[in-house]
């Protein structure tokens, strides 16, 4: 496949990608596709690699109302409401609801999906049904799965063997939730637990950390600190970290040290925290947000999530990274014009990095065919007219076509 005159990675310059035998070829002005190869005309647009959900829950998408609404907006309403959906749990309702916000995924660019999966259920339906699906459709997208313990670790029966079994089983991540422990004391030995587990099956980390507005939630420093001991930095993600928004000054300065010396990766997800977040408060009302702007400012790592698709968390979403993004840059007030352009990043390179596929993703020769063309020729206008992704190309293979919608209107 030869992709003419697009704008590859936000670059002002306009040149041309060949793609052959499924990896990027050569990139290019004036390159000319071998004989019977297929010819994308870019028209002058944007070209990136493929977005990147780096934080979902594909187990309860699609189940907002049942049995009942989250009407208080609460995360604990969410977890209570989902603790009684998952008692109708088969491995065929999983599927079709996860397999169905997945392909919609793909019609807006998406890849490579990391989704949290919940591990309180004795018989792991779940986890074995989203284990299925990740091998069914491995050539639509990476599905990289979460051993996600959504009532505890040590505060559920039997949460230690249920996140070793699903190990065993193959999710490629270990989870956790410090915060929603019965003590603080359990959180702490619920992160130490976790990174044993992860250290001893080499496994990545990824962490439901501090979600909550309590300041005094501080389960950050101790992933990070085992992060840091046992040199898994750039394989640990802490997800959500919410609590950072509330604390104070003195000791995020503090933490930063340690957070850089770790090296791990941060992921926010600013739809569903600034929609759960602050709900206790009357006001001033918090963001409920972690501080996105001072860890990217600081060079750590940080990439954007959906987090929730109409489920207990979040009755709204469409699998669409633009709305992440959107909301993102404007409450890390990060709508600076530069700033704006870069910010395809949370959601594309700085994710990757996150899930640890940097190795096969990016648009550079030899790298696998991979890319995304968006309907306006730079990242600033295409995230303001949230435009549609014309063409998902994964190993070089048209994987979902979008024709723009037109509107005519009728005025002097
Ligand atoms: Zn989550």
Redesign the pocket.
């Known amino acids: 496949m030869l992709i003419k005159n697009v704008h590859v990675n936000n670059q002002a310059a306009l040149t041309d990608v060949l793609i052959t035998d499924g990896k990027f070829a050569q990139i290019g002005p004036d390159l000319t596709a071998p004989a019977g190869e297929e010819v994308i005309d870019g028209q002058g647009k944007l070209l990136l690699p493929p977005f990147v959900d780096s ?3 594909l187990d309860s998408t699609l189940t907002a109302g049942e049995p009942e609404w989250n009407e208080t907006g609460t995360l604990f309403d969410g977890i209570r409401i989902w603790s009684e959906r998952k008692q109708d749990l088969t491995k065929e309702d999983v599927k079709r609801r996860a397999k169905q916000t997945i392909l919609n995924m793909v019609g807006h660019g998406i890849q490579f999906v990391r989704s ?1 999966v919940d591990v309180t259920d004795p018989h792991l339906i779940a986890t074995q049904a989203l284990l299925e699906l990740r091998e069914e459709l491995k050539d639509v997208v990476e599905l990289q799965l979460v051993a ?1 313990p959504q009532e505890g670790i040590l505060s559920f029966p039997h949460g230690k063997e249920l996140m070793e079994q699903a190990v065993k089983e193959g999710v490629d991540v270990v989870g956790g939730i410090p915060h929603f422990e019965f003590s603080t004391e359990y959180g702490w030995q619920s992160v130490h637990f976790l990174m044993a587990l992860a250290d001893k099956y080499d496994r990545l980390v990824d962490v ?1 950390c501090d ?1 909550i507005d309590d300041p005094a939630s501080r389960n950050l420093e101790v992933l990070a600190t085992e992060a840091l001991e046992r040199e898994m930095g750039s394989r640990v993600t802490a ?2 970290t919410t609590a950072m928004g509330s604390y104070n000054d003195a000791y995020t300065y503090k933490l930063f040290r340690l957070l850089k010396m770790s090296g791990i990766n941060f992921v926010a ?1 600013p739809l ?1 925290n600034v929609h759960l977040g602050g709900r206790f408060d009357t006001y001033p009302k918090r963001r409920g947000v972690t501080r996105i702007k001072e860890l990217t400012a600081a060079g750590i790592n940080v990439s954007f ?1 959906e ?2 698709v109409k489920d207990p ?1 979040n009755p709204l979403g469409d699998g669409n990274m633009l709305d992440a993004v959107t909301m993102g840059v404007y409450i890390a007030h990060l709508m600076g014009y530069g700033q704006l352009q870069d910010s395809y990043k949370f959601v594309t390179t700085n994710a990757a990095r996150t899930l640890h596929v940097t190795d096969h993703y990016g648009i550079e020769v030899g790298k696998p065919g991979n890319c995304i063309l968006l309907n306006e020729k730079d990242f600033y206008n295409a995230l303001n007219r949230h435009v549609e992704v014309l063409y998902n190309i994964r190993g070089g293979k048209v994987l979902a076509k979008t024709t723009p919608a037109e509107t005519t209107v009728f005025a002097d």
């Open positions: 934080h979902v829950h949290h996600f439901h979600e997800s959500h997800n569903v999530g987090d929730d968390w």
